[in-house]
């Protein structure tokens, strides 16, 4: 299709016009005068520390080891903490039962308490014996491989 008259001349009207148009330059932005000089960024100075030498340090003797509260009666394998209950296996040649206190100790767990419910089997009994896997009822949470004690 050919272009009219009309058409060719606002074209070439807005060629020139585009030509003419150039992009304003720039400007920096202004300091601020303080007094009569410019201020300046201030740049931060780098600190440099310096450490101490390191002093020889005096070996301290090793505390002594804490004896064990009581007798070893035997280890917490399983701790259901929905029920606060912690299964314990007996040590061999020992007995347990309802009224002794123990001691249970662990990593993070050190508590004492009184054996208030042993149940073998999901059935409750009065006194439970050597090789006995058997729930004990705890009073603060026990984990696996803390020990259990009793105290005289």
Known sequence: MAKTKKGKKAASK????????????????ARKVVGKRLAAKPVPKRKV???????????????????????????????????????????????????????IKGHTSDFAQRVDSLQVGHAAVEQVGPDDDFGLKVVHHAREHDVVYRVK
Not at 14 to 29: E, M, N, T, V, Y
Request: no cysteine; aromatic share 2%; glycine share 6%.
């Open 14 to 29: 807005l060629k020139k016009k585009l030509k003419a148009a150039k992009p304003a330059p720039r400007k920096k932005p």
């Open 49 to 103: 520390s310096k450490k101490p030498a390191a002093k020889p340090v005096a070996s301290q003797p090793s505390p002594t080891p804490v004896p064990p509260p009581g007798e070893r009666v035997g280890v917490v394998t399983h701790y259901f903490s929905h029920l606060s209950v912690a299964v314990v296996k007996l040590d061999p040649g020992t007995t347990l039962r309802v009224g002794d206190k123990i001691h």
